[in-house]
């Protein structure tokens, strides 16, 4: 045998040696790590599960929440309200559709139209529950059905409407029990405060959004409401309107009733009318069917800058009387034209905005103190407020509007357009009312005042104190027109 053939079976010894030693290690590796390690039979896997809490211990606004809605869903309801309409035009394209519905031969046709909101249940008599929502969800409908929180419907009836601050009552009676919203008082709010807005945006029943009170004493409201409102971020859409928006207590605060956006969809700016600027309404609507407002009997504006400045009331706060009407509460009381009303009964008045809601308020037959700044005196004035009239009769009495015409300070810009001479002072008139004494004697926007009953004016605080000299029945005004110069007679 040869040396090289010798040292095969060598080498497949040591082979084999190395590969049993290396199977007799990974078998006494394996026993090792299974004893020390104690690893048990495969399962399913489970997420690892925290001890169970209440939710109130992990965030305390998510049980208060859930409570509060629980205890308000019930009081407050789903109106859907249906309007019959008619239009004026031309007879149909469809003929026979005409001819089969019998379309009247004057062109007008009616037609049915179904609108949705909410309310609150704020008061029951027997089995008379009344609800509170808005006149604009009321509208002019001859059907309201009521839909409560338990899907349960009756059918409403409209027991009285308030347009000016955008209120309405709906009574319906059900022979069973139905939770009140307990009504809370909003002039414990702040800014930051947490709400909830409660409703049927879009006809979704029973829905629930929560956000903070935005801001106070908003103005502005559409068609000419006079509220002070809550403006909020929780959402509201179309179809909140009527519905509630409630304090973290669970008390209703504001009725929800506007929203200022692009869309149509709510981008948080919502606005509630107050609950306290409600309650009196409330009332009201029961008894008589209607909303007692009391009046003044002034024409009052916030007062310009210029006019401010004029009259030495720079810096100060309050409402501009323009005109009076004659034989009003205001008239007999002794206000007059020119007056800066600034408080009433102890009530600060901020702007005019502020006086017309304060006004409206004052109760009615009774007398109220107004502060008040006169040629730069301050006086107190009594007046006894009578209740508001219907807004057309208001404007039926135009005639009876004292002076009828507003004035400016006359500047130096003003005087180059008009061609006055620059060392004249003078007032510009800059609305002329209708149908009052000033357009009956004549008088146009434009018209420089420059005298009257031989006294210069050279202010408006001038022009206001020989317009209220109560000795004299007839002011004659000496007027710059133009490239005329005139004399205008005004009959007190």
């Known amino acids: 045998m040869s040396l090289t053939k010798s040292r095969y079976p060598r080498r497949l010894f040591l082979v084999n040696l190395v590969l049993v030693g290396t199977v007799l290690g990974f078998v006494l590796s394996s026993i090792l790590f299974a004893c020390s390690t104690h690893v048990q039979p495969a399962g399913p896997a489970r997420a690892e599960e925290l001890p169970a809490a209440p939710l109130a211990e992990i965030d305390p606004r998510q049980g208060s929440f859930g409570d509060i809605a629980e205890a308000v869903l019930p009081s407050v309801v789903q109106l859907t309200v249906q309007e019959v309409r008619s239009v004026s035009g031309p007879q149909s394209e469809r003929p026979w559709f005409d001819f089969f519905f019998r379309a009247p031969d004057n062109g007008d046709r009616e037609f049915r139209t179904q609108g949705l909101g909410s309310g609150v249940i704020v008061r029951r008599d027997g089995s008379t529950y009344y609800v509170l929502t808005n006149d604009h969800v009321v509208g002019e409908g001859d059907q309201i059905m009521v839909l409560l929180y338990d899907s349960q419907e009756y059918l409403g009836e409209v027991v009285g409407t308030d347009s000016r601050k955008d209120l ?33 945006p ?40 009527g519905g509630a928006l409630v304090n973290l207590r669970g008390e209703v605060v504001g009725i929800n009733t506007w929203i200022t956006s692009q869309t149509g969809g709510s981008v948080g700016l919502g606005f509630s009318i107050p609950i306290n600027n409600a309650k009196r309404a409330i009332d009201d609507l029961i008894e008589i069917g209607a909303v007692r407002y009391g009046w003044l009997g002034v024409s009052i504006r916030s007062i310009a800058p210029e006019i401010a400045s004029d009259m030495g009331l720079e810096g100060r706060r309050g409402a501009i009387v323009h005109h009076v009407f004659r034989g009003s509460p205001a008239d007999s009381g002794g206000i007059l034209p020119g007056d800066f009303i600034t408080e009433i009964n102890s009530v600060e008045v901020n702007s005019s905005d502020e006086l017309i809601a304060l006004v409206g308020e004052l109760p009615i037959d009774e007398k109220a103190e107004f502060r008040l700044i006169r040629q730069r005196d301050s006086k107190d004035i009594a007046v006894l407020i009578e209740a508001r009239s219907d807004e057309r009769r208001i404007a039926d009495q135009n005639r009876n509007l004292w002076p009828g015409l507003s004035v400016f300070p006359l500047d130096a810009e003003m005087r180059e357009e008009m061609g006055v001479e620059s060392g004249d002072r003078a007032v510009v008139v800059t609305n002329v009312e209708a149908r009052t004494p000033a357009a009956s004697a004549g008088f146009r926007v434009g018209d420089v005042v420059t005298e009257i009953n031989g006294q210069n004016i050279d202010s408006v605080s001038a022009f206001f104190r020989e ?26």
Do not use: C, H, K, Y
Not at 174 to 192: C, E, H, N, Q, T
């Open 467 to 492: 317009l209220n000299d109560l000795d004299r029945s007839t002011l004659v005004m000496n007027v710059v027109r133009a490239d005329d110069e005139l004399e205008i007679e005004l009959q007190r």
């Open 202 to 241: 879009f006809g979704f029943q029973s829905t629930v959004t929560a956000g903070i009170v935005s801001a106070l004493g908003r103005r502005g409201g559409p068609a000419g409401n006079i509220s002070d409102f809550i403006q909020t971020d929780a959402a509201i859409n179309q179809g909140n309107s």
């Open 168 to 200: 309405a009552l709906v009574a319906f009676d059900a022979d069973v029990d139905i939770p009140l919203g307990v009504l809370g008082d909003s002039d414990d709010l702040r800014v930051g405060d947490w709400v909830l807005a409660v409703g049927s």
